[in-house]
């Protein structure tokens, strides 16, 4: 059977231990050699990188977050071990870890992580499918020519990268979709190498449960479990018609995924529907300054996100949470894209004064969608606003100024209340 020793990269038949260095980290399948689709996923992303910018956190359970009110992003898997989950609200993780060193985001160390594995990436293939800043679909068909070498040895060389020069660790998923590759790549985190292949795949998905599928939500899987579906036998033994008449198009592509058909390509340019940013307040507040703030804060992360991606957006919403739990939510299309934090701003604050202010508030969201390239943005000025131009003008220079200094450089007066 081809076997790959994730360390030295040296392919043998299969044995328990690589027989060039003597470890016991394999990979072993019959088509270890033929399989082109994978998934990878970096380990607990934000921690990790938390963890080696910091050593002193090594053997910490670590929690990236906001405050008490706020919820999990990551956890290390320390943290997880305790029961931590993302998106636990922050009391209960700390009610299960209550040792944990709880980290605030910092996202841009985040995106630099993210774009260093990127470039590795792509010295492996261009068909790469982001799907956040930790994971991505690749496509790797055709490349085993180019690098003398099949799709398995070069994701095992790709980890093991990220793991020397980078301080991170990933798991990845090959497979003969995108589907199965996705599924491969949670099996044996952290730090893991699975496959499924096309000859054990109704074998792999047997008895398996539906919860599993990527996309199938709490939601969904009470409305399967309504309809008698817990796992994949169940669904094989429904009518593909039945099926769609039910739940129409996922009914469809519950069917085939039943069976491990996925044909879905790695799509590169994926369009993102939106960019949005929010934040949960360690009290609940109705303070129009501090809104007023946050609501700059805001504009301003989702006005960086776009222009750091060529984007700009025509509809502008604006998010609230009363301490009550109920959402409001708001949403104003302009006329022309813009990604100008200035502009954003004004039309969320104009958008939160249509309220009358009927806080108190313990979240508050701001978010850009109808995105469209930046070459289609802030093309015209309000007539009525004759300072837009100028502070056009003076958010480039303030964006050039925090690109060479750093993105506390220079501040606006309303960020600091």
């Not at 299960?96 to 996202?107: G, H, S």
């Not at 020519?145 to 990933?170: D, I, Q």
């Not at 709490?218 to 669904?235: C, K, M, Y």
Request: net charge positive; glycine share 6%; proline share 5%.
């Amino acid at each position: 059977m081809p076997s790959l020793c994730r360390d030295c990269l040296t392919r043998f038949d299969a044995a328990a231990r690589c027989p060039s260095c003597g470890r016991p980290r394999i990979v072993s399948h019959p088509e270890l050699d033929s399989l082109t689709i994978a998934h990878m996923d970096c380990d607990a992303f934000y921690a990790s990188v938390e963890k080696r910018d910091n050593p002193a956190l090594v053997d910490k359970p670590v929690i990236i977050g906001g405050g008490r009110r706020g919820v999990v992003s990551t956890a290390c898997y320390i943290a997880r071990i305790k029961g931590v989950r993302s998106a636990m609200p922050m009391f209960q993780a700390l009610k299960l870890c209550p040792e944990a060193v709880v980290i605030k985001p910092r996202m841009q160390a985040y995106v630099d992580a993210s774009r260093a594995i990127r470039a590795m990436m792509e010295e492996l293939t261009p068909a790469i499918e982001p799907l956040s800043l930790d994971e991505a679909f690749l496509d790797l068909t055709g490349t085993a020519r180019l690098h003398g070498a099949p799709a398995a040895v070069m994701l095992a060389r790709l980890v093991r990268r990220m793991k020397t020069e980078l301080g991170l660790t990933g798991s990845v998923g090959l497979s003969h979709n995108k589907f199965l590759a996705k599924i491969a790549s949670d099996l044996n985190k952290p730090h893991g190498f699975s496959v499924i292949g096309r000859a054990d795949t109704a074998a792999f998905l047997r008895g398996k449960p539906v919860r599993m599928i990527w996309g199938v939500g709490q939601a969904t899987q009470t409305a399967l479990e309504q309809a008698g579906i817990r796992s994949f036998d169940d669904l094989l033994r429904w009518e593909a018609r039945d099926l769609t008449a039910r739940f129409g198009s996922m009914g469809d592509r519950l069917w085939h995924l039943a069976r491990g058909l996925d044909t879905r390509r790695v799509s590169r340019d994926s369009p993102m529907k939106s960019i949005s940013n929010e934040t949960t307040f360690s009290e609940d507040t109705s303070d129009p300054d501090i809104l007023d703030g946050h609501i700059w804060r805001l504009a301003e992360k989702v006005a960086d996100r776009a222009k750091a991606k060529a984007l700009a957006g025509r509809v502008v919403t604006l998010k609230l949470k009363r301490a009550d739990h109920r959402i409001l939510t708001r949403r104003h299309a302009m006329r022309d894209a813009t990604q100008l934090a200035d502009k954003l701003y004004r039309e969320a604050r104009a958008l939160f004064d249509q309220g009358q202010n009927a806080g108190p508030y313990r979240l508050i969201g701001v978010g850009l969608s109808d995105l469209v390239p930046e070459n289609a943005a802030d093309l015209s000025h309000d007539l009525l606003d004759p300072q837009a131009a100028a502070r056009q003008r003076a958010e480039r220079a303030t964006d050039a100024i925090r690109a060479r200094f750093g993105e506390d450089a220079i501040l606006k007066g309303r960020a600091l209340r």
